[in-house]
């Protein structure tokens, strides 16, 4: 399948920097996402909290590379990876995935914050990345969809750094006038909807206060002629196996292998984010 946007979806990804598709994996795909990822048991085991500044979690598994996986066939698929590749122009490689799981009364807030405000310091010198958060349970304003600032994209990369709470976000001033001169918009999703973003949308999202779970999983690639110059915790170039979009039905109840799918045990900050913002403390 070609990008999956329309032309006028198109243009909205480059004026506000995000495009939300509804329908991007149907009900029996998402059917097979969801018990695969709760399911699979290396990913069950490597699951880690990550705290927000009120001690609450959002339990998290991170792996580099998609493999067999019910997952790993939907970040290789070939709706998602046509869309990234029309969005970063050009070739694109896994950069990697991750599972945000906020859990009822639980699930941890994440402060204001752009993905390349990360991996900048994982040396891609361009902001040729972008991600797709899939919907695997409703999500809104009351279990803490994700919000963004609409055209944040366009300021280029924000200077980012440990902030009061110990989170690590973006300068809490430049985000503040951002949000005078930008709309903020909450991404409510519906299960099977996929949201596009660029790496310099700024982002966050608030503690889940609610009784319903809301658990997301996002798919991030990098363009490949932005090969990264430090050799870091997730990978350099490549070659990405793209699948028919028919291959997760066909797969079914696919889990990770042993020995080939390899998950992280924690979540690391690039060394040079170890820093407080200045004027933050
Ligand atoms: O899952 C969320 O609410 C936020 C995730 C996020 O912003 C990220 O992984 O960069």
């Known amino acids: 399948m070609p990008c999956v946007f329309s032309p006028e979806q198109s243009r909205s990804f480059e004026s506000d920097g995000y495009v939300l598709v509804r329908g991007l994996f149907d009900r029996q795909e998402v059917h097979l996402l969801v018990a695969g990822i709760e399911q699979d048991p290396q990913l069950r085991a490597s699951l880690y909290d990550r705290n927000d500044s009120n001690g609450k979690a959002t339990r998290m598994a991170t792996w580099n590379h998609p493999g067999e996986s019910v997952y790993g066939l939907a970040a290789r698929s070939a709706r998602v990876v046509d869309t990234m590749e029309a969005m970063l122009g050009g070739e694109v490689y896994h950069y990697h995935s991750k599972l945000t799981a906020k859990d009822p009364y639980e699930g941890g807030a994440w402060e204001w914050h752009q993905d390349y405000g ?7 010198l361009l902001p040729h990345m972008a991600s797709v958060m899939v919907a695997l349970d409703r ?12 055209g944040s994209h366009q300021v280029g990369r924000v200077e980012h750094g440990i902030l009061p709470g110990e989170q690590v976000g973006a300068d809490p001033k430049r985000v503040e006038q951002m949000l005078k001169q930008m709309e903020l918009v909450y991404a409510e999703m519906a299960p099977g909807d996929g949201l596009f973003f660029h790496a310099n949308v700024m982002h966050r999202s608030d503690q889940n206060r609610s009784a319903s779970r809301r658990w997301t999983v996002l798919f991030c690639y990098n363009a490949a002629r932005n090969d990264p110059f430090v050799a870091h915790h997730h990978p350099n170039y490549t070659r990405l196996d793209k699948v028919d979009d028919g291959a997760i039905k066909a797969a079914g109840l696919k889990f990770s292998v042993q020995g080939q799918d390899v998950f992280m045990k924690t979540f690391s900050n690039p060394p040079g984010l170890q820093q407080r913002m200045p004027d933050s403390q």
Request: aromatic share 16%.
């Open 139 to 150: 999500c809104d304003r009351d279990n803490g969809c994700l919000q963004l600032i609409r």
């Open 118 to 124: 990360y991996w900048y310091h994982n040396g891609c």
